[in-house]
């Protein structure tokens, strides 16, 4: 980490393994904590657990779509700032309805990633960030 920045919390959801293990080494490397599944089910529990800063999702999985994903969380009150992966171009009314961070299209340069993924360390309130890790840590307390 670079002074003036934080670490963040990442969701990353993608069911390709060795995508989600590159990525989440990258991001690991640069100071973020990463937890990764490779499932919507997988991806909801997770955010029903955690607070995340930001949640790098695939729109095609397994189980069912990370648009899915994100309507659930919706109907959970929950909302997580999220980067879709895709290798298929979303339709626009997917854009307009989910509102994601980004859209990032398979492949991509890890860069773009890694910028995105700034864009949003910037744009985040450390204080409040360090706040609510410490409530998901005491949260995991027996």
Known sequence: ???????????????????????????????????????????????????????????NLPDATGWDVLRELAAAGRQVPTVMISAVPPSSRRVREFRPVAVLHKPFPMEALLRLVRSAQEAGDPEESRSRMADDEAARQP
């Open 1 to 59: 980490m670079t002074e003036g920045t934080r670490s963040m919390a990442i969701l990353l959801v993608d069911d390709e393994v060795r995508l989600r293990q590159t990525l989440a080494r990258s991001l690991t490397a640069r100071g973020h904590q990463v937890d990764e599944v490779a499932t919507c089910q997988g991806a909801v529990a997770a955010c029903r657990g955690r607070h995340y800063d930001l949640m790098l999702l695939d729109v």
